[in-house]
């Protein structure tokens, strides 16, 4: 009886992994669900200490980069759960350069049936699950030059696809599963040209990599600079990872304005009641995010804390 316990739970875990591999899609989930889950126990485990202090150090060293201003005019974009975001509808874009569709782009269409011109580049699927005369699909994927992804594009050549012109407005948004890091440090200028961006920034855990910490460090330093951040919030569907004393989630979901665009007002409704209704009641992002509360003398030192928020993404 123990033995056969033992065969039938072995067997469990191989049809799992036989799930995760041949039912979850080849490029997004499956194989690659299981290299991140190494990848993230090697970043958190197998560094040196002076990479984590490094790491906990950059992380306090850019809290300033990520309190948002209230701001008029907020709105969601999209479905109210995952793929939809928080950011300003009016006045609407041009054109629309969409990196990442998968199996919803609620997104895309929504500013497509506005009359946004709509160009999703995304390799992993052969067909998107809307239609519209004003979205057009490119099967390749956004990624730096210095990444092998066959046939991919960078952010240059997909703003050459769409083929926009000098006075044409235009919007970015990015959720391609952590190439989005080397995309934007490789083309850090071309990112003003846009009037708003929604991005989702994966595998914070990389953190403890010092040329991870470089991108990360010159990437919203830029965008500090250009834009206004008017929007963030964890995807709680990775978690959070910590050094030291501070935590920073794995994944998180920003929108910034360009400040040529945008006005400071007070008393506007909070971006947060727009978040995703998929995370309500979990670990969110506060309005000071990225630190644990700390210790000191055995007394609690309020810091930029993480808390339940009745909101989140």
Not at 63 to 84: E, N, Q, W
Not at 122 to 132: A, E, F, G, R
Not at 143 to 149: D, E, H
Not at 185 to 203: A, K, N, R, Y
Request: charged share 20%; hydrophobic share 35%.
């Amino acid at each position: 009886m123990v033995i056969w316990n033992k065969v039938s739970g072995l067997r469990k875990w191989i049809n799992t992994l036989v799930y995760l591999f041949s039912n979850r899609g080849l490029n997004t989930y499956g194989a690659e669900t299981i290299r991140k889950i190494v990848e993230k126990h090697i970043y958190e485990y197998s560094k040196s200490l002076q990479d984590y202090e490094a790491a906990e150090r950059i992380i306090n060293e850019t809290l300033s980069f990520f309190i948002p201003i209230k701001t008029s005019g907020l709105t969601r974009i999209g479905p109210s759960h995952d793929a939809g975001y928080v950011g300003i509808i009016e006045p609407l874009p041009d054109i629309l350069i969409s990196g990442g569709a998968g199996k919803n782009i609620d997104f895309e269409h929504q500013l497509a049936s506005l009359g946004v011109m709509v160009h999703v580049f995304d390799h992993t699927v052969k067909n998107l699950p809307l239609h519209s005369k004003n979205l057009h699909h490119h099967r390749s994927a956004l990624a730096s030059t210095s990444t092998q992804l066959p046939g991919s594009l960078t952010l240059s050549q997909c703003i050459n696809r769409a083929n926009t012109t000098d006075n044409c407005s235009k919007w970015l948004k990015l959720d391609i599963e952590g190439f989005e890091w080397k995309l934007i440090s490789e083309d850090l200028e071309l990112l003003t040209g846009f009037g708003q961006i929604f991005i989702e920034f994966h595998d914070l855990y990389k953190l403890s990599d010092s040329a991870f910490r470089k991108n990360y460090q010159e990437i919203f330093t830029f965008l500090s600079k250009n834009f206004n951040l008017i929007s963030i919030s964890s995807n709680n569907w990775q978690g959070v990872c910590n050094f030291g004393m501070s935590f920073i989630p794995n994944t998180f979901e920003v929108t910034y304005l360009n400040k040529s665009m945008v006005s400071e007002v007070k008393n506007n409704r909070n971006f947060r009641d727009l978040c995703s209704v998929n995370n309500r009641y979990r670990l969110a992002i506060p309005e000071s995010p990225f630190r644990i509360m700390s210790l000191e003398n055995g007394s609690a030192k309020q810091g930029m804390s993480f808390i339940l928020s009745q909101s989140g993404d």
